[in-house]
């Protein structure tokens, strides 16, 4: 192509200045006829130029024409365009099904640049969160401002989703990272998996409030009869005892029922009262020692940690963290301490007794779950001890962390994260 332009560019040119020039020479005025003929040749280039600079700008106008370099460069630039339309009719035949997809999607989608700037949403997203197209190209922090959102946005762990009320329905926000610190949030409507939840919830705590009070009589009464065992027949003794055995196991079922659906129906915001938490394990010790049976319980603390959160709750994970680690431990030893953390405070609890597979530890937090029912049903238990355990400290922004061997014993710990912490008196070393 190139060697076309420029081969009927020089023809052009000869043509042009040949003909000039021999009429020049013809009329006796060669020298005339050649400047004639260039002139000529320039005069024509200038206006293919200005046709062209004229098409360049606006399409309207006529495009050059000829056989020379700019009616090619203007032909070869209408064929690329001509190109790229269709390249570009395609994609964005591509991208308009893209959007219509997202626009269906009942969850929301939004999409933030590593700033936090909204760059895209679909309907969903602004529905359920109140935002307009024109809230596009705004920074989701000024339009958004509920604190977990914020502090959610800010800390960008997103491994676990976060649960956002926004009255008067609720929802699940998942974040996905990609291409350099862009965030992708899916928005998903949980209103009605919450209320059925919040059902089950009602249902086993109006069930075990309901059954409380004719079980504390039917106890009452085998209390009782066990006092009144000389008057009876004797092969009632025996079962007597299983009765009276069994109605406090089912008691103790019912209070951690009880206590585990209030876990569950508190919301996570609270704050709490301050309390000091080493007191509190020291008392907890004190009152489990009527269980240990023979097992020594030592408790070691380095400091007086006095923390911001629930007492009750708190009370309740260490004591079943202790008490479990009495009833399966080896019986000779469990040690509890409590030790700065590069993350706050930890407390511990070890027992030196058969440990568990490490198949059983993901869901050992899980109600009813028991590594091994048959031995667990002679210890007794509700099975609901880790379940409650792992409520309360959620509500404490805090974990259980659970390391275990066969053979070698047990460590269940968690750790008080700083927030929580509201002094920390250090006990002299001497
Ligand atoms: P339970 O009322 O049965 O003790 P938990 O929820 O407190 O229920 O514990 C669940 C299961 O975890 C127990 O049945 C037991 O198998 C296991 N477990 C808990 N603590 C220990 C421990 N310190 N050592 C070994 N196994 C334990």
Same mark, same amino acid.
């Given at each position: 192509m190139y060697r076309n332009s420029w081969q009927s560019e020089f023809i052009q040119f000869c043509t042009v200045v040949g003909l000039f020039t021999a009429f020049g020479i013809n009329s006796g005025h060669g020298f005339l006829g050649l400047c004639g003929g260039l002139?000529?040749?320039i005069l024509n280039s200038y206006r293919q130029l200005f046709q062209f600079y004229r098409w360049l700008v606006d399409r309207d106008n006529e495009q050059p024409w000829g056989y020379g370099y700019i009616s090619n460069a203007a032909a070869f630039i209408q064929r690329r365009e001509a190109k790229?339309?269709?390249?570009?009719?395609?994609?964005?035949?591509?991208? /308009?099904?893209?959007?219509q997809g997202l626009e269906s999607l009942n969850d929301g989608l939004l999409v933030l640049n590593a700033a936090g700037y909204i760059i895209n949403m679909n309907s969903s997203a602004q529905l359920y969160l109140n935002l307009r197209r024109q809230d596009i190209g705004q920074q989701i922090r000024?339009?958004?401002?509920?604190? !977990?959102?914020?502090?959610?946005?800010?800390?960008?762990?997103f491994s676990e989703p976060l649960e956002l009320d926004i009255e008067p329905r609720?929802?699940?926000?998942?974040?996905?990272?990609?291409?350099?610190?862009?965030?992708?949030?899916?928005?998903?409507?949980?209103?009605? %998996? %919450? %209320?059925?939840?919040?059902? %089950?919830? /009602?249902?086993?705590?109006?069930?075990?409030?309901?059954?409380?009070?004719?079980?504390?009589?039917?106890?009452?009464? =085998?209390?009782?009869?066990?006092?009144?065992?000389?008057? =009876?027949? !004797?092969?009632?003794?025996?079962?007597l005892d299983n009765m009276h055995l069994q109605g406090q196991r089912m008691t103790l079922l019912i209070n951690d029922l009880i206590e585990l659906s209030k876990l569950e129906s508190v919301g996570r915001e609270r704050r709490g009262e301050i309390f000091n938490f080493t007191?509190? $394990?020291?008392?907890?010790?004190?009152?489990?020692?009527?269980?240990?049976?023979? $097992?020594?319980?030592?408790?070691? $603390?380095?400091?007086?940690?006095?923390i911001e959160g629930f007492e009750t709750e708190i009370a309740s994970a260490i004591s079943n963290l202790i008490a479990n680690s009495i009833k399966y431990g080896d019986g000779t030893e469990v040690v509890i301490s409590l030790r700065r953390h590069r993350n706050g405070y930890e407390f511990a609890v070890k027992d030196f007794g058969d440990g568990i597979k490490a198949e059983h530890l993901d869901r050992l937090t899980e109600r009813f779950y028991r590594v091994d029912s048959s031995r667990e049903s002679k210890v007794g238990g509700s099975g609901l001890g880790l379940a409650i355990v792992k409520h309360a400290?959620?509500?404490?922004?805090?974990?259980?962390h659970i390391e275990s061997q066969l053979g070698r014993g047990s460590r269940f710990s968690f750790v008080l994260p700083e927030a929580r912490i509201h002094e920390v008196v250090c006990y002299d070393s001497e």
């Open positions: 002139l000529v040749v790229y339309k269709n390249v570009i009719a395609k994609q964005g035949k591509t991208i /308009n099904q893209l959007n000024h339009l958004l401002r509920a604190p !977990s959102f914020v502090k959610y946005l800010n800390n960008a762990h609720s929802y699940q926000l998942q974040v996905t990272e990609f291409g350099g610190n862009q965030r992708l949030i899916l928005i998903r409507d949980i209103t009605e %998996r %919450r %209320r059925v939840e919040t059902m %089950r919830q /009602n249902f086993i705590a109006d069930v075990s409030h309901e059954l409380r009070t004719p079980l504390t009589v039917i106890n009452g009464y =085998l209390e009782l009869l066990q006092g009144q065992l000389d008057s =009876l027949p !004797s092969p009632l003794a025996p079962a007191d509190l $394990c020291q008392r907890t010790v004190n009152q489990l020692i009527s269980l240990r049976d023979g $097992c020594h319980l030592s408790l070691s $603390c380095d400091a007086d940690v006095v400290l959620e509500n404490h922004d805090t974990q259980l």
